[in-house]
């Protein structure tokens, strides 16, 4: 009843349907059938959160949460997520593909605790970069693009698909039946330098630099153990151990949507310096910094009143 009660809320599908009951209907009853089938039939009942749901997932995903991951909301106020589909080679990590549709799932609830998610909607920026047709595997992307049309409460309002490989373009009827009616009239694709896809989004479709990442030539520094230890205070849960070693690239407070937007609002960039040497001066200080070390540790906090539960 408690995992129904805050993670499957009828309000959140309504809003995804634009209230349309039946829709609506549908769409929990998938969601639970997706559910399930992603993170098998006992842990899809526990919470989703970092100790419940992903407790498995975690040491593999922390050395890899650059996969998908939030970046601040746009212009228009809608949710932003970033999936970097070049970044290959987790199964040599210990990553499976299962592993990263449960992360996509669980940022996705991150995301949905904002009121403004549910009502303005996601925008997905997939880096398509891979080496070779060879890395897109069909069942996963079904599950990852089904997952947002047919089961997780959120209005895919805008699919920005980057540097898509020629060789890949014998899958693009693949790719657009899997996306569904809806997200497909709300695709673009855009190819040519890091530069010319960067001005694209930033002049006509509005995206700041400042709220793009570092990988595709942005200026956002997503702050993953930062993300994690704010969702530690949230969920009241201790998953994380840090050696005091300084973290690796600056310091930013973007733990959650809203404290990354705070951040980017705050950086005051020189907008004649040219967008490459700003990346460039970004990696020479991630060269020059330490690399924390991560232990994963499942401890849930005690309640203060864990007497009277």
Not at 252 to 262: L, R, S
């Amino acid at each position: 009843p408690e995992v129904w009660e805050k993670e499957c809320e009828p309000l959140r599908f309504l809003r995804a349907e634009q209230f349309d009951v039946p829709q609506a209907a549908k769409r929990i009853c998938a969601y639970w059938q997706y559910r399930k089938k992603i993170f098998g039939p006992t842990k899809a009942f526990e919470p989703m959160t970092l100790s419940g749901c992903m407790s498995e997932d975690l040491e593999a995903i922390i050395a890899r949460w650059d996969f998908t991951h939030l970046c601040p909301p746009d212009e228009k106020g809608r949710t932003v997520f970033y999936m970097d589909r070049s970044r290959r080679g987790y199964a040599s990590e210990g990553i499976s593909n299962s592993g990263l549709l449960r992360l996509l799932w669980y940022v996705s609830h991150v995301a949905l605790e904002r009121e403004d998610t549910q009502k303005n909607g996601v925008v997905l920026i997939i880096m398509f970069k891979l080496p070779s047709h060879a890395h897109f595997d069909r069942k996963t992307a079904k599950a990852n693009f089904g997952s947002f049309r047919d089961a997780l409460p959120v209005r895919v309002q805008a699919v920005h698909m980057l540097h898509m490989p020629e060789y890949m373009r014998h899958l693009f009827p693949v790719i657009k039946n899997l996306m569904g009616k809806h997200m497909r009239a709300r695709m673009k694709i855009h190819n040519g330098s890091e530069y010319s896809v960067l001005s694209t989004l930033s002049g006509e479709f509005a995206f700041s630099p400042k709220h793009l990442p570092i990988s595709m030539g942005g200026e956002y520094d997503h702050d993953t153990l930062g993300f994690i230890a704010e969702r530690e205070r949230v969920e009241g849960c201790s998953v994380l151990a840090v050696s005091p070693v300084p973290a690796a690239g600056p310091e930013t407070a973007a733990a959650t949507i809203e404290t990354a937007a705070a951040a980017a609002a705050e950086t005051e960039e020189d907008p004649s310096e040219p967008i490459t040497e700003k990346v460039s001066k970004c990696e020479e200080e991630r060269t020059k910094s330490e690399t924390p070390q991560v232990v994963v540790v499942v401890e849930e906090k005690r309640d203060s009143h864990e007497g009277d539960n």
